[in-house]
């Protein structure tokens, strides 16, 4: 019976360790088999008050102030020009990943695997987008 009872509690002990160890979180940059594909997509920045908008099917993107009033709301250009000219493609080719930098993200080319480094700022000589080469 102890013996029974020790092999039980290993077998518990090793199950609720590899369950612990198991990431069972969706990843933020999958779609989940639940979500539909979209043309545009809405990214939290590490700012309150700040969100990027991307295009999904051109790589173009938005930053979007928001606040209580109309002075704290607007949007500006982080990148005019597409990056594909090629837009048949469909949606979510394009997906923003944030870095540990504030005002920095990777913008990533599902198809080709291009990517680029994206600084949104309230400066607009500070925004840009540089291919990462």
């Given amino acids: ?9 290993l ?37 309150a008050k700040v969100c990027i908008k991307l295009d999904t099917r051109t790589g173009q993107m938005w930053q979007i102030h928001f606040g209580q009033d109309n002075s704290q709301r607007f949007i500006n250009n982080l990148n005019e020009q597409p990056l594909v000219k090629n837009t048949l493609d469909g949606n979510d080719r394009f997906t923003l990943i944030p870095t540990q930098l504030f005002f920095t993200f990777i913008l990533l080319d599902h198809i080709t695997g291009k ?19």
């Fill in 11 to 47: 077998l518990f002990v090793i199950a609720l360790t590899n369950y612990a160890q198991a990431d069972i979180r969706p990843s933020t940059f999958q779609l989940g088999q639940n979500q539909k594909t979209v043309p545009y997509r809405i990214f939290q920045t590490q700012s």
């Fill in 1 to 9: 019976m102890k013996k029974a009872f020790l092999s039980f509690s």
């Fill in 115 to 133: 990517t680029w480094q994206v600084d949104w700022s309230d400066d607009p000589q500070i925004r840009n987008v540089n291919p990462i080469q």
